[in-house]
């Protein structure tokens, strides 16, 4: 995982406790994007998210690995398949946690934007870790964010959106994979590399 992955989640995360807009799809949906790194070049990033139980799947291909969030349980883990590993990162759950219970963002709406074949409403976002512009659909799919904090800088876009029911199976961790756990700060440490 690329240290602006965790950028876009972390400016991003109070977002998700906001009354508007909605930044949860409501409904289950499988987008694509391709995120800008000038160290590296482009990296896509497949994200899936099952609407009834607000659990999202976050698949890095170039890193081989993917993590699976519980949204209202604020928990999180990184497969890690060449390992046949599952990796309890408490940090990572901490961005997850913040999903569903900070507020402390501020919205304001700079325009209309289009991404991936779909229309969307850019906002200015601002909160106490960073500054972010997002362009959300009017169904809670994030289609452009491009923000910065402490952490770094994160340019991220969808190309491609699929609306399609998802099967809870993905978004569970493999059977026969040994758990890893990662003491607090070592995550961010990793990212702090990347």
């Keep these: ?29 499988a987008v694509t994007y391709t995120m800008a790194n000038p160290n590296t070049g482009p990296q896509t990033y497949n994200m899936s998210y ?18 699976l969030a519980n949204l209202p349980a604020g928990q999180a883990q ?6 046949h590993a599952i990796v309890e990162a408490p940090d990572f759950s901490a961005y997850t946690q913040m999903l569903m219970h ?21 906002y200015l976002i601002t909160e106490p870790q960073g500054t972010a512009t997002a362009c959300i659909t009017a169904t809670g799919v994030i289609l452009h964010f491009k923000g910065t904090d402490t952490r770094g800088t994160a340019d991220i ?6 609306f399609a029911p998802q099967s809870v199976a993905n978004f569970q961790a493999p059977a026969g994979f040994s758990p890893i756990n990662l003491p607090p700060g070592t995550l961010a440490a990793l990212l702090q590399g990347q």
Excluded: K
Aim: proline letters at 9%.
């Design 1 to 29: 995982m690329t240290r602006p992955l965790a950028v876009f989640m972390f400016i991003l995360a109070p977002a998700f406790a906001s009354a508007a807009p909605m930044v949860l799809p409501d409904q289950d949906v």
């Design 50 to 67: 099952f609407a009834a139980q607000e659990l999202a799947r976050v698949e890095a291909p170039a890193q081989g690995l993917y993590i």
């Design 78 to 83: 990184i497969i890690v398949p060449a390992l």
């Design 102 to 122: 900070a507020d402390s963002s501020s919205f304001h709406a700079i325009g209309p934007g289009h991404y991936a074949g779909l229309a969307c409403e850019t």
């Design 157 to 162: 876009t969808a190309t491609s959106v699929v």
